[in-house]
């Protein structure tokens, strides 16, 4: 994996925050990365409630070496606090998902949402302003009709760039429980968003009215054995979508079946091996993201410890299991009592499909070759990513005797954790999230 394996590192931080990592504060904490569909613009999200686009240098796309910079492109407050009286619940500005719809005219739309509201968000630029209005002065007071005696012709001019961010659609009020996800459809009319017990369609035109297409919510709450994880569409068919569960189990569902799709399609799960069963098996066995493949043809599935590639035309067990960090699973009790076993890392495919990229401690990251079937660690930090440093490949070691270049398992920071990532759609240039800090790392140039 020689290709994987040296990325050029840019470092970015959302505006406002304290350059020292180790004196961020919460709202810094970035929880959503995401490219849009040609990769000119990323997007992150925080737990403050903010966005932060960064855009492509256009001068950089033609020298190899600096393909992967980016800079602050538009920055705004998606979401606010806010207070459910009649629950007496706070809802936090917390970014949970970031969907970019593909872009149509020179403005760009993308989706984000808090615990419980969705927002279409509008990001265009403008670089003249018009002047000579006849009812109004240049500092925008009505004059007097009396004393207008002719009439002016308004004229554009030129003034400096403005990135304009504008909420065009506010879907709310249709979750009771917290949205973990939202899916754009290939259709590009409608999307959907998913809390813990049911999965709801809308259209982007109709913001007061969506329709149930999952619910699992039982009669009775005590009986209630497991929560939706995750849901995604389908990137080629419109009627097909997939989510996962705590339990582990990925079902495929078909809006052509019924309008309620509460029985699934195809239902994947992995029989359990008896042998290893503990006390912690229900819940390092719960899926934290779902994805299909840019072919559509392959879901993939991340749990605690592993990364599973699924066939859609096997349903009785993956094609592919992947380790991301094997070496803790000696480690499970004390991961129990920090919370630290209840993270939900992300996953992506490259724009090909043959390489995987996960999250893990200590601000390491995971990368799996499909067709070589090789594997590689690389950590992001600001002490090894100096600009255009080549990233070393990263080793843990379990028990005997240690290496110079490896850590002991021991010594693993589990504050600092790679939940986010993003891969470009076409290029090798990834992002990655560690706390309030963003890498952008490209592949490395010969």
């Not at 394996?5 to 929880?31: K, Q, V």
């Not at 007071?141 to 002016?152: E, G, V």
């Not at 067709?371 to 950590?379: A, G, I, M, P, S």
Request: aromatic share 10%; proline share 4%.
């Amino acid at each position: 994996m020689k290709c994987f394996s040296r990325y050029l590192p840019y470092i970015f931080r959302p505006p406002n925050t304290i350059l020292s990592s180790s004196c961020h504060t919460e709202a810094d904490i970035i929880s959503t990365v995401e490219f849009n569909h040609t990769g000119e613009l990323l997007a992150t999200g925080d737990k403050g409630g903010r966005v932060v686009i960064f855009q492509r240098e256009q001068e950089s796309k033609n020298q190899l070496h600096r393909r992967g910079e980016y800079n602050v492109y538009s920055t705004f407050q998606s979401h606010e606090p806010e207070f459910d009286y009649l629950k007496s619940l706070e809802i936090e500005e917390k970014i949970n998902k970031i969907r970019w719809l593909p872009q149509q005219n020179a403005a760009y739309f993308l989706l984000s949402t808090n615990d419980k509201t969705v927002k279409l968000w509008k990001v265009s630029e403008r670089d003249k302003r018009p002047e000579g209005y006849n009812l109004k002065d240049e500092d925008g007071r009505l004059r007097d009709p009396a004393t207008i005696t002719t009439l002016r012709v308004p004229v554009l001019r030129p003034m400096d760039l403005m990135v304009e961010a504008t909420p065009r659609r506010v879907f709310a009020n249709a979750h009771t429980y917290h949205i973990n996800s939202i899916s754009v459809n290939s259709d590009y009319e409608t999307y959907m968003s998913a809390d813990d017990l049911r999965i709801n369609l809308w259209n982007f035109e109709i913001t007061n009215q969506s329709f149930n297409i999952v619910d699992i919510k039982p009669a009775n709450m005590e009986e209630l054995t497991e929560v939706i994880t995750a849901a995604e569409f389908h990137p080629l068919h419109c009627n097909t979508f997939v989510y996962s569960s705590s339990k582990g189990t990925i079902r495929l569902c078909d809006m052509r079946a019924s309008a309620l799709c509460d029985r699934h399609t195809k239902f994947f799960e992995e029989p359990e091996d008896p042998s290893n069963r503990s006390f912690f098996s229900e819940i390092i066995s719960s899926i934290s993201d779902v994805k299909f493949s840019h072919s559509g043809r392959y879901i993939m599935t991340r749990d605690y410890l592993t990364v599973k590639v699924w066939d859609l035309n096997m349903e009785n067990r993956p094609i592919e299991t992947y380790q991301v960090h094997d070496y803790l699973r000696s480690k499970l009790c004390s991961l129990y009592e920090n919370d630290c076993i209840f993270d939900k890392f992300e996953c992506v495919w490259n724009g090909s499909d043959s390489v995987i990229m996960t999250g893990s401690y200590n601000n390491f990251f995971r990368m799996f070759d499909r067709n070589t079937k090789r594997d590689v660690t690389l950590e992001a930090s600001r002490e090894n990513s100096k600009p255009r440093a080549i990233l070393k490949p990263r080793k843990v070691c379990v028990g005997g005797k240690r290496r110079k270049d490896e850590i002991s398992v021991d010594s693993l920071d589990f504050s600092k954790k790679i939940l986010h990532t993003a891969w470009h759609p076409s290029e090798n240039i990834i992002a990655v999230a560690a706390t309030n800090n963003l890498y952008i790392f490209q592949d490395k140039v010969n």
